[in-house]
């Protein structure tokens, strides 16, 4: 019981430790960053995308005329990725995982620049062809002052010469970001940005207050451009980050969430059978003067005790589990910054309090129960379950299941505002309704597992069985805890499958053409992915082996007030690429400020072909649009517009995707060769015909799939040490049982064997329950996610028969010790034992 309290607390504390340690670093670096910056300006944009809007370099003259400005500096930011080449001699992209690699325009202004080289590391870079990079990436990379490397910004990878080597404050790296620092009009040149900044950071006069110089500068900036101090530029920073680790801790406290649940199984099941076990006890008690009211307040206080001595243990555990997470993440080169973990008392409290609660609710049924029960009858030893109470049973879990199912049915079909709480909030009723009904199924399923024991095992196959069918409240409580990690892994291994069957379908059926390239880094938004030069479509399109290519962008508007993603195509070449199924004429009606919608999302939104809607974009507000047709496919989103269209209204930007038809006659090893000489020149992209393209977004299904199954894995070991728990204390209870069968003649081994088997049947019976709750939730989220792309429902059977077989072996493994308890036992005592 307290190993269940102290790991869902753990759970919990760690994520909230690990959370708010990260959020403390990056204070710490907003204020490495901001320290010396009193104001800082930026283009006003429209609200709409996160990457910054850059503006002309003239403003910089406008801000340094202000009066209380001591310095101002202009800020150019950007991607810019270092390639190396493997052992093979092929170019290859330096970066720790997915931190990004970043790159900025060289400033020797140190009061407005984090960026700093220490003595004996060179240099900043003030020529074109020169670069400075943060010394943790040359460490790992082995680069030197003189290397010469080439960098990838927007266009073709460059050469650069290394001459300084840079730390970002006192850290020799950025959470495992590539930094790479150039000259100011060279990384203009390099991020499209030529007589433009990102940004401008400004220092006051000493005695000028930041608020103040911000108003003055304010009233000189033209439209369109904002000053603000840098404390709040900073704060606004941090809460961009918190947002995002507010989502991460989210998602890690929901997993937190099924520990403590499936714990809460387990600490009910150890109250219930102890109670049952000193039945005759409380009876005396009762039978003496002790009122009902007395034993439950004695369970609860026993309760209490183990609840706050575990729950401790579970925060200190916890705070150990979030320093071995970082740990793990400078192992994988994310270059965590050393520090104190972050304990703050919300921390303590939330963890306390939750294995505290959950730890009385667990034991306030069985107290309850105790407290009702008969002195006379419980001295007697009555503890059948009568006929009344397996039919109320059968009515109370069967109303529950059902209300579960509404509340999951309503916010997977339905349209309410927070689906995913009724998908939760359904599932966990589920959960408990089925647990509620186990006891009903215990004894037949039970039937059924072990029915080939008694012919293999004889009398200790029939005993393991038997044992199982006559307890099936407890039974059933044992394997309710294992049930619900399985049914998690069976619904997240089903839906991974659905994906990838879906993903194959969509590729096979959507992509008339034989490759696609892309880039092979992730952007800002996982939404948009990261862009490369428009030069490279133009110059696969020009080879001789190549039918067509064609490009596509991607960009975050506001259509008609409500987000959404717009593909831009060009509309000459996007049938022969793409199968959007467009209706007659919709492509050929894409020029100026026309879009054509799903024909999904213009009966969703009650629109008609030929009505205005107004369109924001980063750049622009309220731009009037004409929806001139529709189309029938929606793989590249809801909107299209023409890429003409698309550059007027976003930031110089390059592309996102390009598909590639190669001539009549051409082979896939022919054009792939031709191709690969112009993406060579582009190292960040990858060129992947329609196999790849599918063996790469099942790579990070399965990728995705791992980290979840690992997550609920620890659910899956709770349930496990549940049954180790429940064995244990049912043979403290069948003591007297074990020692007559010993007295016999049943041998220690086969007393191992019988605790053993019964141990496998309660898993399987798990198992059982647990996979048909998830083939459930699997069916029906993608029966509700159908119109959005899994259109394929795919069962992985080979995985489902892995999750019994674990099953298996974990019900084998959780019977060892309580076997060998049991046949340690000495046979004169056991059969003496009251």
């Not at 050929?588 to 030929?610: H, M, P, Q």
Request: net charge negative; aromatic share 8%; proline share 3%.
């Amino acid at each position: 019981t307290a190993i269940a309290i102290i790991l869902g607390v753990a759970f919990v504390s760690g994520t909230y430790v690990f959370t708010d340690t990260i959020k403390g670093q990056f204070d710490s670096l907003f204020t490495d960053i901001y320290q010396g910056v009193d104001v800082a300006i930026a283009a006003e944009g429209t609200g709409v995308g996160s990457a910054d809007v850059p503006f002309d370099e003239s403003i910089l003259d406008v801000v340094a005329a202000v009066d209380g400005v001591e310095i101002a500096t202009g800020g150019v930011t950007g991607f810019a990725t270092i390639i190396t080449t493997d052992d093979a001699g092929d170019p290859k992209i330096v970066q720790n995982g997915g931190a990004p690699t970043l790159g900025f325009a060289w400033s020797d202004v140190s009061r407005l620049s984090p960026l700093s080289i220490k003595d004996g590391n060179g240099r900043g870079p003030t020529a074109p062809g020169e670069v400075a990079i943060d010394v943790g990436t040359a460490t790992a990379q082995g680069f030197e002052l003189g290397d010469v490397v080439k960098v990838q910004a927007t266009g073709e990878a460059e050469d650069f010469t290394i001459v300084g080597l840079m730390s970002f404050g006192d850290q020799d790296s950025l959470l495992g970001a590539t930094l790479s620092a150039f000259e100011m009009t060279e990384a203009q040149r390099i991020f499209g940005l030529e007589g433009q900044f990102n940004s401008i950071g400004v220092a006051a006069i000493s005695g000028v207050s930041a608020a103040d110089l911000a108003r003055d500068i304010n009233e000189a900036l033209p439209a369109g451009i904002i000053a603000i101090t840098g404390q709040s530029q900073q704060a606004a920073d941090l809460s961009e980050v918190n947002d995002s680790l507010g989502i991460i801790n989210i998602a890690l406290l929901s997993f937190a969430a099924v520990a403590v649940f499936v714990g809460s199984f387990i600490i009910q099941n150890t109250f219930r059978i102890i109670v049952t076990q000193r039945t005759r006890e409380l009876a005396m008690l009762r039978a003496i003067g002790a009122t009902g009211r007395q034993v439950i307040v004695m369970v609860v206080v026993e309760a209490l005790i183990v609840a706050l001595f575990a729950s401790a243990l579970g925060v200190v555990v916890g705070i150990g589990l979030a320093g071995a997470i970082r740990s793990a993440m400078n192992a994988a080169g994310l270059a965590v910054p050393p520090g104190s973990l972050v304990v703050l008392s919300r921390t303590v409290f939330v963890g306390m309090a939750t294995g505290v609660i959950v730890t009385m609710l667990a034991a306030l049924l069985p107290a309850y129960r105790a407290s009702k029960v008969s002195p006379v009858a419980a001295m007697r030893g009555e503890t059948r379950v009568r006929r009344t109470t397996m039919r109320k049973r059968a009515i109370t879990g069967v109303s529950i299941s059902a209300l579960g199912l509404v509340f999951l049915m309503t916010g997977l079909f339905g349209s309410v505002g927070n689906a995913i709480a009724n998908v939760g909030g359904g599932a966990l009723i589920m959960f408990i309704g089925v647990s509620v009904l186990a006891p009903l199924a215990a004894r037949p399923i039970a039937n059924v597992i072990g029915a080939p024991l008694p012919k293999i095992f004889g009398i200790t196959g029939t005993l393991a069985k038997e044992n199982t069918k006559r307890a099936p409240r407890r039974t059933a409580s044992t394997a309710s805890a294992l049930m619900i990690g399985i049914a998690l892994v069976t619904f997240v291994a089903i839906f991974a499958a659905t994906i990838k069957a879906s993903v194959a379908e969509t590729v096979d059926e959507a992509f008339p053409s034989d490759f696609t390239i892309q880039s092979s880094q992730l952007g800002e938004d996982p939404n948009i992915p990261m862009t490369f030069s428009r030069d490279l479509v133009g110059q696969v399109d020009a080879l001789d082996e190549v039918a067509v290519a064609g490009a596509f962008q991607f960009g975050e508007a506001l259509i008609d007030g409500e987000k959404g993603f717009i593909t831009a195509v060009d509309p000459a070449k996007a049938e022969s690429l793409l199968t959007i199924e467009p209706a007659p004429g919709a492509l050929d009606s894409l020029t100026a400020n026309t879009i054509i919608v799903s024909e999904k999302l213009l009966k969703a939104r009650n629109w008609t072909v030929g009505e205005s809607v107004t369109i924001t974009t980063p750049l622009v507000e309220d731009v009037p649009f004409t929806v001139t047709g529709t189309f029938g496919r929606t793989e590249f989103g809801d909107y299209l517009i023409s890429t003409e269209v698309f550059t007027q209204q976003y930031e110089p930007t390059g592309d996102g995707f390009v598909a590639v038809k190669l001539a009549p006659g051409v082979s896939l090893e022919e054009g792939r060769a031709a191709i690969l000489e112009v993406t060579d020149n582009y190292p960040t992209t990858e060129l992947q015909d329609k196999s790849e393209l599918v063996a790469d977004a099942e790579k990070q299904i399965d990728g995705a799939l791992a980290l979840f199954q690992g997550l609920l894995g620890l659910a899956i070991f709770i349930a496990v040490i549940g049954i180790v728990n429940t064995l244990a204390l049912s043979i403290i209870e069948r003591t007297r049982e074990i020692g007559l069968v010993r007295a016999v003649g049943m041998s220690r081994r086969k007393v191992r064997k019988m605790i053993r088997w019964e141990s496998v049947i309660v898993s399987l019976f798990g198992a059982t329950l647990g996979i048909g709750m998830g083939l459930f939730f699997g069916w029906a989220v993608a029966r509700a996610l159908e119109d959005e792309g899994l259109g394929k429902f795919a069962v992985p059977f080979g995985q489902l028969m892995a999750y019994v077989v674990i099953a298996f072996f974990a019900g084998l493994i959780a019977a060892v010790w309580p076997a060998f308890k049991a046949a340690r036992l000495n046979v004169l005592e056991a059969i003496a034992y009251e």
